[in-house]
């Protein structure tokens, strides 16, 4: 560039230049970086203990028989003595170690149940919460006022239609019931005179209805009409 006359000034700016920044390289994995592995779970700490666990049995029952056979051969080999020694010593690390690993898979799997039972907890306290609010979004457009008021209404309508129902079963009344007990006392009237004329002419016809001129006598006809009507 200096050879065409153009001169570049270094990149001085508080910014990282646009072609090159070192700023800019920061937030990007390099190429031999590795992420971070994941913690386990506790399920796969347990699990890795349990297996850890196994493991120091094989060997402790396997220092065992180690030292079974070189007590075995003591009349026979010089160092025999010395190698239980050691095959007891391994034997009692490895139960101290599977000791120790036992109390800690222990814990951990305890940390689980906790863990567990604390999810669970959280799923009722959670449903709880949204079943209260709920119910006293209901309560709160319900109200005893509402309820009380809603009783009073009941209570005012049954009694109006007690009313109803007793005026109906009323009967009606005036004009048209004077006519119709006037129209009866003649029918009543009308029927009486018939009955006496009738009698008149059995005792005009002699001796044959002489027997029954004393009934015709005592014969009252307003006696066959109703109390009401006799009023």
Not at 166 to 187: I, P, R, T, Y
Not at 199 to 213: D, F, H, T
Request: glycine share 6%; aromatic share 4%; net charge negative.
């Amino acid at each position: 560039l200096k050879h065409f006359g153009i001169f570049t000034e270094p990149c001085v700016s508080a910014h990282p230049c646009a072609m090159g920044g070192s700023d800019s390289k920061q937030h990007q994995q390099q190429p031999g970086q590795k992420q971070k592995p994941k913690p386990p779970s506790l399920q796969e700490a347990s699990t890795t203990l349990g297996a850890k666990i196994e493991d120091l049995e094989l060997k402790i029952s396997k220092a065992d028989e180690e030292a079974r056979g070189w007590i075995a051969k003591q009349s026979s080999n010089p160092t025999a003595k010395s190698r239980a020694m050691q095959a007891i010593k391994r034997k009692k690390l490895y139960e101290q170690q599977r000791d120790q690993l036992l109390g800690t898979q222990f814990n951990v799997e305890s940390l689980a149940f906790q863990q567990e039972q604390a999810g669970v907890t959280l799923t009722a306290v959670e449903a709880m919460q949204q079943a209260t609010a709920h119910l006293k979004h209901k309560t709160d457009k319900i109200g005893v006022d509402t309820v009380e008021k809603l009783k009073d209404d009941m209570a005012d309508l049954q009694a109006d239609m007690q009313d109803i129902q007793q005026a109906l079963a009323q009967s009606s009344g005036g004009l048209e019931d004077d006519e119709a007990e006037k129209e009866l006392e003649a029918l009543y009237a009308s029927q009486a005179q018939q009955e006496e004329e009738e009698a008149m002419k059995i005792l005009m016809g002699g001796g044959a209805s002489s027997q029954a001129a004393p009934a015709a006598a005592q014969y009252n006809p307003a006696a066959r009409r109703p109390a009401a009507m006799r009023a």
